[in-house]
């Protein structure tokens, strides 16, 4: 279920929050013809944890929430002007990368 449109810095990307029963995922969109960059307002309360990149042909792992803000998000133009993010929740006091 669509959650909400969480706001962005960039007028030329926007971004969709969904939340199912256990997961939480965020699809961001690049409406340019240039690669961009973005912070990302969750707008909702911020889960923590990582959000691990799923579809993307950008090179990094993902992103961590800097009070409820993805901060520096890159979306390229073709193939990388859609990001999608699954938020992983923490694990033992921290968010890993694994």
Do not use: C, K
């Not at 969750?42 to 990149?53: K, N, V």
């Not at 520096?72 to 929740?89: F, K």
């Amino acid at each position: 279920m669509q959650v909400n449109q969480p706001s962005t810095d960039n007028p030329l990307v926007i971004a969709y929050q969904y939340q199912g029963s256990i997961n939480r995922i965020l699809i961001i969109v690049n409406m340019s013809d240039a690669n961009v960059e973005a912070n990302i307002s969750l707008d909702t309360p911020d889960p923590g944890g990582i959000w691990r990149i799923l579809l993307s042909s950008f090179l990094r792992d993902g992103y961590v929430t800097d009070n409820g803000v993805l901060r520096g998000v890159h979306l390229t133009t073709g193939p990388g002007g859609i990001l999608v993010l699954h938020n992983v929740p923490e694990r033992r006091g921290q968010a890993e990368f694994s």
